[in-house]
């Protein structure tokens, strides 16, 4: 199979598909891999890395298109990028296409066969392609949060941790999954004090027997969300509903009465956030205030540090990619349930309930398309 690896254009994003080490394997697989021209320049994979592991270096996107059957990439298509796509290609990356209508719209006339890393599941009901860059943006959002507390970032002037006798902020973290777990372990790590809110009750248990009393838990119901957002200096939003538009668990009434220079991190923005008063920023300008308090909506967070997010992305999505080229789509998805569930558009139609439902379009079985 020949796999298109072309360069990211979304703003200030530096992370790639694939590594030269990924290339690698693809080539050893008896696969040819074209890689656009410094695609990888920004995390210091140089063309000449890509060319010892057996890549042809392409030098633009439109022939990367064209030419490959399978086009692997890190973010979701980009306008220019839809024009390019055609019937039966694959496309396999992150998508978030819930809050997207426009990009779902453009995927599904392309044509192509869109496998969303965001909705590829596991044996053990996780998310294994969404979890590693779930880990980086959850530890970053503690790191972002802490700049954005300072004055000159409009924040509430305070340090995560306090120092001997003055009191250390109040981190409030709704969602206790891998992105709400690495956000209160960098918390704590600063000596914040840390409180997770979630509705999995299990969850809850698992985080009181790992973390102990360095950790606050609560069931997440209206009064207690108000409640601890109210009294916080920082809220993390790391909230997710798999394939789904996140919930709006922080309304704008309560935004309005939290404490001057607080700050709100939106880890769900790519599934269009958790806070009502949230919409999507960029690394270029990443806060914006609302009723003076700081809001953080970066949709690639684990952009900011590229390198650490491809390699990490790389090892989760190499034997998925291996699969599709080996086998072919078609093969790959009936072998693989698991791999079946990143399907979301195929041939012009929505294959994923839970974006469908958000689009207000028609949900469409896979095994009915795939088997047809």
């Known amino acids: 199979m020949r796999i298109g690896v072309p360069k990211e254009i979304k703003v200030h994003e530096y992370r790639v598909g694939m590594t030269p080490a990924a290339v ?82 453009g995927l599904m006339e392309s044509g192509c066969v869109a496998i969303a890393y965001e909705t590829v599941t596991d044996q053990r009901g996780g998310l294994p392609l969404l979890a590693p860059m779930s880990e980086v943006a959850g530890r970053m959002s503690i790191q972002a949060g802490a700049h954005c507390l300072e004055i000159a970032q409009g924040g509430r002037g305070m340090l995560l941790g306090g120092v001997p006798g003055v ?6 973290v709704l969602g206790g999954g891998v992105a709400g777990t690495n ?10 004090h840390v409180t997770v809110i979630d509705i999995n009750l299990h969850r809850l248990y698992e985080l009181d027997m790992q973390f102990g009393p360095m950790l606050n838990t609560i069931y997440s119901t209206v009064d207690a969300i108000e409640e601890y957002v109210l009294g916080a200096d920082l809220v993390i939003g ?46 270029a300008d990443p806060t914006y205030v609302t009723d003076e308090v700081v809001h953080y909506c970066v949709a690639n967070m684990p952009g900011a540090v ?49 974006v469908a439902e958000a689009l207000g379009a028609p949900f469409h079985e896979a095994d009915s398309l795939l088997g047809a």
């Open 24 to 105: 690698r394997e693809a080539v050893h697989h008896g696969h040819r891999v074209m890689v656009q021209k410094d695609a990888g320049l920004g995390i210091g994979l140089f063309d000449s890395d890509y060319e010892t592991a057996g890549a042809e270096i392409a030098a633009t996107p439109d022939e990367i298109f064209e030419r490959a059957d399978m086009i692997v990439k890190v973010k979701e298509p980009q306008h220019a990028e839809w024009k390019m796509l055609r019937e039966g290609q694959i496309l396999f990356t992150y998508l978030h296409l819930a809050p997207d209508p426009e990009q779902a719209r």
């Open 167 to 172: 009191a250390a902020s109040r981190v409030v």
């Open 183 to 192: 956000a209160a372990r960098m918390a704590m790590g600063l000596e914040a």
């Open 238 to 283: 790391a909230v997710l509903v798999p394939g789904a538009a996140a919930p709006k668990l922080v309304t704008e009434e309560m935004v309005k009465k939290m404490k001057k220079g607080s700050v709100l991190v939106d880890i769900a923005i790519d599934q269009g956030g958790c806070f009502a008063t949230s919409h999507p920023t960029t690394h």
């Open 306 to 354: 590229a390198r650490t997010s491809t390699f990490a992305l790389n090892n989760a999505t190499l034997p998925f990619t291996l699969s599709l080229a080996d086998k072919g789509y078609r093969q790959a998805l009936a072998d693989n349930q698991h791999l079946k569930a990143g399907l979301n558009v195929y041939e012009g139609k929505l294959t994923y309930r839970a």
